[in-house]
């Protein structure tokens, strides 16, 4: 019981770090800023609500998927250790938060995907889930448990925005990238421990 509550806390907080609302705020916030509190609101609850039915389409039919494309989770675990390594340095050293400025309403795309369920989150749930200690059960908590702290941070941005002010916020996110940095340089290492084991 202690070693799966263990793991979902883990996982839940590898999750967190990839999915990185704290760095996403400032985007979905300049994406929105032409639209009402209300309508804010609105467009974060439905695209969360995307964003997890594509985390568990993953969750379920993953593995399946690289297995129909002969994909080793070795292969898997080195591309995503280079795609979050990639990543975490961006939101170390900041990036750009230009957004489109038109009025037109967001709908799955960019919002739930790639900003939300990115290709690193997919890649994570995919390796999580291949893990000898992950179970159906236990990743699906995490999921959802992670999965419920960004939207919920994500529904209050305005909010945190106002509070925390724009240079705190690219504070939290150059540590989170730090962070997430150690994250992805351990899964490369993994990788390549597997991929050649005698080294």
């Known amino acids: 019981m202690e070693e799966h509550f263990n793991f979902i806390i883990s996982t839940s907080i590898m999750l ?11 985007i979905f916030a300049s994406i929105l800023r032409h639209f ?3 309508d804010y609101r609105r467009i974060i609850i439905r695209e969360s609500i995307f964003a997890l039915i594509i985390l568990l389409i993953f ?93 919920l941070i994500l529904f209050t941005g305005r909010l945190w925005e106002k509070l925390l002010g724009t240079k705190i916020l690219d504070a939290l996110e150059s540590l989170m990238g730090f962070l997430l940095t150690v994250v992805a340089v351990q899964m490369l290492l993994d990788g390549i421990h597997l991929a050649f084991p005698k080294v």
């Open 16 to 26: 967190f770090l990839v999915m990185n609302p704290l760095g996403n705020l400032p």
């Open 36 to 38: 009402s509190d209300a």
């Open 59 to 151: 969750l379920f039919f993953g593995n399946g998927i690289i297995k129909l494309l002969h994909i080793s989770i070795i292969s898997m675990r080195i591309a995503g250790g280079i795609i979050l390594f990639m990543i975490a340095i961006k939101m170390v050293f900041g990036r750009s938060q230009t957004a489109d400025s038109n009025l037109k309403e967001p709908m799955i795309t960019p919002l739930a995907t790639p900003l939300f369920a990115g290709p690193s989150t997919i890649s994570m749930i995919i390796l999580t889930r291949g893990s000898s200690q992950a179970t159906l059960e236990t990743c699906l908590i995490s999921i959802i448990v992670t999965w419920f702290f960004v939207s």
